[in-house]
């Protein structure tokens, strides 16, 4: 799949938790549990860090109505805590537990579609003539050639 197919299949890849490379592979090996590698494909999964992601989108969007159904249920009928238990608790886990799954889906695959990674300094290139060699501190002095021979 090209790039741009990828792109225009996004969320169709996402929901059906399917390989963002290939589309083709599976992308979970359990509910939310990630497969290490697509079995179509190939492609290494360890890029893959959605962290809370899912659990925050899936929070905010069911957070109303689920919240909604509890006033609702309190406001209008008053019933005993157990009442909760039975109506809202449900309902929370129903709306929720299900979507976490694409929610992840989706955003493994925006996160493979827009190189998502953490960040970090690029390399330092001295032949580019952007930068002063000496002052390069990745380089360790004693570690240098030059300072191995008299050392011993
Ligand atoms: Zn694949």
Do not use: H, I, W
């Given at each position: 799949m090209q790039p741009s197919a990828a792109a225009s299949s996004i969320l169709k890849i996402g929901v059906l938790g399917r390989c963002p490379r290939c589309?083709?592979?599976r992308l979970f090996d359990g509910f939310l549990r990630l497969a290490p590698r697509c079995n179509a494909c190939g492609l290494d999964y360890s890029f893959a860090d959605p962290a809370d992601g899912p659990a925050f989108f899936v929070m905010m969007i069911m957070g109303v109505p689920v919240t909604a159904l509890?006033?609702?249920v309190e406001l209008a009928y008053d019933p005993p805590f157990w009442v909760h238990l039975a109506v809202?608790?449900?309902?929370?886990?129903l709306a929720c537990i299900p979507i976490l799954r694409p929610f992840k889906g989706v955003l493994i695959a925006s996160q493979y579609l827009h190189?998502?990674?953490?960040g970090r300094f690029a390399p330092v290139d001295p032949r580019a003539g952007n930068c002063d060699p000496s002052q390069?501190?990745?380089r360790a002095p004693a570690l240098a050639p030059d300072n191995h021979e008299g050392s011993m």
């Open positions: 589309g083709e592979g509890g006033v609702y809202t608790l449900p309902f929370l886990l190189k998502a990674e953490e390069d501190t990745r």
